[in-house]
């Protein structure tokens, strides 16, 4: 066989193995409100989180195709396969190191700034296509300030509707909604996470002259999707402790105001074809609504803690990237 297929299997294996680990780091998107007001117990939330990551992963390609384009243009690298090795590797391991410490960062923000850091040292700056990284990065800078708007409003929208009814009623049947949103936003993160790892097999196909088009091939979607399936099922609980528990004290309706708002701004984005980062969309849902409830139940030196890890990862991962690309290759 020739040797570029060995290389795209490579490239096969390590994307689909970063799919696996932002399933698992990115499970408490989706579960940790329900899981930390026992809306679900952490086995079934688990599960659900995993079918309707599923399910989202195989209706969508479009956030796909944006990844496989608009960075750079894989038609014209002739180092394409080395470059998207090195991007995977860097992703990996600062998702693998922000798990380990439990701090909810972005595996979009990884991905994105581990391409973007990878051609510009293994092709050069003219074969990155600034124009569309800085679209997306404005995306991911835009989305987290809508989800903590949105949260904010929501939440007091809910305190004004149900100011008069008693706590417990409200959260009893609040507890049950949770639920449904908890299933919508694993739906979402699915439609939008999981066509990361697609669009980067996807670019690595068109490079290597397997496929002519940025148009995603079946085995790459129900390969994504059963990887980022399997991922959730694992579960990322260090996270999920610092979601569902650390920020604030989340109630039932906390919790459905949360996941309602993040899911609203994360599928506005996947049918817009953008990339964004469904960890910062909830955490910022969450801040939002924990303002909302009471500005002083917020633990903003944890939020801040995420915050700076926000803005360090797309630099950090760029230049590991780089440095593994020279590293190897």
Known sequence: MEPSFWIIAIVVILALGFDFINGFHDTANAIATSVSTRALTPRRAIILA??????GAMVFTGVAKTIGGKIADPTKLDNGLEI??????AAIIWNLITWWFGIPSSSSHA???ALAGAVFVGAGNSFVNWSGFIEIVEALIVSPLLAFAIGYIIMTLLKWIFANRSPHTVNKGFRTMQIVTAALQSFTHGTN????AMGIITFALVTADYQQTTDVPLWVKIAAATAMALGTSIGGWKIIKTM??????IEPI???AA???AASVIFSATLLHLPVSSTHAITSAILG????KRFSAVRWSLAGRIIITWFITIPISALLSGLIFKLLF
């Open 50 to 55: 995993a079918v309707m990551n599923f399910v």
């Open 84 to 89: 998207v090795i090195a991007t995977l590797i």
């Open 111 to 113: 991905l994105i700034g």
């Open 193 to 196: 996470d999981a066509q990361k």
């Open 244 to 249: 569902g528990t650390k920020i604030f004290k």
């Open 254 to 256: 906390n919790g459905f």
């Open 259 to 261: 996941d309602i708002s």
């Open 289 to 292: 609504v924990g303002s909302a």
